[in-house]
Structure formats: structure tokens, C-alpha cells
């Protein structure tokens, strides 16, 4: 097991390699729009896979993916010329799809924020259903209560019971 510093630093090499090789060596005119975006490499420095985006539409993938494979010998032959490891490690290729991700999430962002401004506009314009103060009544406000507004004929008294105003029972 090699060091994770080490593989990564290796991978930025294989990276570095193939798309020097894929411009340098590759004369297959179907490999000219490719751009190669990452490479990973394992931690026992044995395999490598590298990703790669195509401008053009499905054919120019399709067409990349089966010259990258054609090339992947000569590809591989020239990261162990350029690399300093016992063993070259074997070349994998995958379609990067960050950027379609990427192109995706935008639209969708974009979407968004449109009908967010839609609806801030309908919310500019609009009123309460009912009044601005649900709780507002029509009564007079209460007035600040005193002991004095109190007569004995307001309170509920049991009949049994006798008032001791002395005592506050």
C-alpha cells in the first residue's frame, strides 16, 4: 500500500501524461475534443481510472469512449515512460458527468429563481383573507380594574359560606 499523498500525486501525473499523449501522440481525430478532467489512482498504485468531457453531441461521446479505448495501449505505454513506478498501472476511462450534472443543476437553480420572482410579485400585491388583526374586536377595550369595581353580588358564593373581610376569604 502505497501513501494516499503519493497516489494523488501520481494521478495528477497520469493526468498530466494523457492529455500531453492524447494532443502529442493519438493522431485519431476522434480524440480532438476530449479534455481530460481527473485521474484516480488506487492505493496499491495498480489501476488508474481517468475521466474525461467531449464537447459535441451523443456521436462525438460515443466515438471518444471507442478511440480512447483503441488508444489505451499507447496511452498506457507512455504513462510508464513518464512516471517513476515499478509497475505502470492500467489505464480505465470514464465519462466525467459533473459538468452535464452541473448544466442540469443551473437549469433547475434558474427555474427556481423564476418562480420565486413570480411569486414575490403575487405576494406584493396581496392582502389578508380576512381582517389585517384576526383578534381585533368590536367591544370596548377592558379598563384597568379596581377592588372597589367589585360588589359582593358579583362573586358566586356558596350559600353555606360567610364573607370575613378581614380575613380575604
Do not use: C, W
Amino acid at each position: 500500500m502505497a501513501d494516499p499523498a503519493r497516489a494523488a500525486k501520481l494521478a495528477q501525473r497520469i493526468k498530466v501524461v494523457v492529455a500531453e499523449a492524447l494532443g502529442r501522440r493519438i493522431k485519431d481525430p476522434r480524440v480532438e475534443n476530449i479534455t481530460i478532467t481527473d485521474a484516480r489512482v488506487t492505493n496499491d498504485l495498480q489501476h488508474a481510472t481517468v475521466y474525461y468531457t467531449v464537447f459535441g453531441d451523443e456521436a462525438a461521446h460515443t466515438d471518444a469512449a471507442k478511440a480512447l479505448e483503441k488508444a489505451k495501449g499507447v496511452l498506457r505505454q507512455e504513462v510508464g515512460r513518464n512516471i517513476t513506478v515499478r509497475l505502470t498501472p492500467t489505464l480505465e476511462f470514464v465519462a466525467d458527468l459533473i459538468p452535464v450534472n452541473a448544466s442540469n443543476l443551473e437549469e433547475l437553480l434558474r427555474v427556481a429563481k423564476q418562480r420565486d420572482a413570480e411569486v414575490a410579485a403575487l405576494a406584493a400585491g396581496a392582502t389578508h383573507a380576512g381582517d389585517a388583526d384576526p383578534y381585533k374586536s368590536d367591544a370596548p377595550q377592558d379598563e384597568d380594574i379596581d377592588e372597589d369595581d367589585f360588589d359582593e353580588e358579583d362573586i358566586d358564593l356558596r350559600a353555606d359560606e360567610d364573607i370575613d373581610e378581614d380575613s380575604g376569604v
